[in-house]
Antibody, heavy 117, light 107 residues
Framework: DVQLVESGGDLVKPGGSLRLSCAGS????????MSWVRQAPGEGLEWVGR??????????DYAAPVKGRFIISRDDSRNTLYLQMNSLKTEDTGVYYC????????WGQGTLVTVSS | DIQMTQSPSSLSASVGDRVTITCRAS??????LAWYQQKPGKVPKVLIY???TLESGVPSRFSGSGSGTDFTLTISSLQPEDVATYYC?????????FGQGTKLDIK
């Protein structure tokens, strides 16, 4: 079974940085296009960004609110996806999920990021 | 960007009712559509992917249909445990946008 486990969520001050990780198992991680999704408290779901597989160029796409501040990367040797978040704002507060749509749709359990002074 | 328009935004129905939620894409997305159920304080749960494939373990009263731009999620006989917010999401082309959600409760 596909398993995705996020980690790295924390309390951080506005303007700060944080790196999230997502460990994948039970599927061919290196072949998978991986995404990050977030949900602010009391709000709907928001797609954050995606990284393609290495064979597909490992290119990235980002949602407009995070473009230029967030960076998605991957380490296929560790089956791990990363989200580097810089210049954090209070509106980046929320639960962050990693997801893959390679065979079906699979999500992790999420990690909480709180941006507050 | 592809916009996903979900309707209704809220819905109240009786136990045993047939419930339908619709999702319309602003351009064709083939069948790259997923439906999620989210109960308060819980992680979103995948119900359906590729528009009509039921995720393992999901009750058969849930079904999905559609292709191209118009999609539906149907609950054939509403149960009390189905109270939740439901979201659609396209994953045909980035950004993989979500619908705004449908809050379903029991009348």
């Amino acid at each position: 079974d596909v398993q995705l486990v996020e980690s790295g969520g924390d309390l951080v001050k506005p303007g700060g940085s944080l790196r999230l990780s997502c460990a994948g198992s039970g599927f061919s991680f290196s072949r998978a296009w991986m995404s990050w999704v977030r949900q602010a408290p009391g709000e709907g779901l928001e797609w954050v960004g995606r990284i393609k597989s290495k064979t597909d160029g490992e290119t990235t796409d980002y949602a407009a609110p995070v473009k230029g501040r967030f960076i998605i990367s991957r380490d296929d040797s560790r089956n791990t996806l990363y989200l580097q978040m810089n210049s954090l704002k209070t509106e980046d507060t929320g639960v962050y999920y990693c997801a893959t749509y390679t065979s079906g749709a699979s999500w992790g359990q999420g990690t909480l990021v709180t941006v507050s002074s | 960007d592809i916009q996903m328009t979900q309707s209704p935004s809220s819905l109240s129905a009786s136990v045993g009712d047939r419930v339908t939620i619709t999702c319309r894409a602003s351009q064709g997305i083939s069948n790259y559509l997923a439906w999620y159920q989210q109960k308060p304080g819980k992680v979103p749960k995948v119900l359906i992917y590729t528009a009509s494939t039921l995720e393992s373990g999901v009750p058969s009263r849930f079904s999905g249909s559609g292709s191209g731009t118009d999609f539906t999620l149907t609950i054939s006989s509403l149960q009390p445990e189905d109270v939740a917010t439901y979201y659609c999401q396209e994953y045909n082309s980035a950004p993989y946008n979500f619908g705004q959600g449908t809050k379903l409760d029991i009348k």
